[in-house]
């Protein structure tokens, strides 16, 4: 069964860098479509980022239209870990992050990544990103 497990988060003044990171055990990442969420106190959860597994050596990205050009994700097979680049960080990105994946057997977890979160069968126990000067 897929584990999932986030690192890299921590404390970083506004306009700091953060890179997250998601490790898969006991399956092969890039054969799972895998997204990150993120929890802030007193909000829902909600949608980041999404990557999709991998077809002819290619996955596609989504993210959410409110941090399109501050974070990017990415993924490193040889590690089987992927990867949510944050930059340009303010106190409204302080949550947990977490990662979520899915096998995308008969349909796509990212296309609708922000409202099917739920619906991701394996995830991690999250990391805590706190963005304070």
């Known amino acids: 069964q897929l584990q999932l497990v986030e690192s890299g988060g921590g404390l970083v003044q506004p306009g700091g860098s953060l890179r997250l990171s998601c490790v898969g055990s006991?399956?092969?990442?890039?054969?799972?479509?895998v997204g990150w969420f993120r929890q802030a106190p007193g909000k829902e959860r909600e949608g980041v980022s999404c990557i999709s597994r991998e077809a002819a050596s290619k996955s596609s990205t989504h993210y959410a239209e409110s941090l399109k050009g501050r974070f990017t994700i990415s993924r490193d097979n040889a590690k089987n870990t992927v990867y949510l680049q944050m930059n340009n960080v303010q106190p409204e990105d302080t949550a947990v992050y977490y990662c979520?994946?899915?096998?995308?057997?008969?349909?796509?977890?990212?296309?609708?990544?922000?409202?099917?979160?739920?619906?991701?069968?394996?995830w991690g126990q999250g990391t805590q990103v706190t963005v304070a000067s």
């Open positions: 979520a994946a899915d096998y995308p057997f008969v349909k796509s977890y990212c296309s609708d990544f922000e409202a099917q979160g739920h619906e991701f069968d394996y």
């Open positions: 006991g399956g092969i990442l890039d054969y799972y479509d």
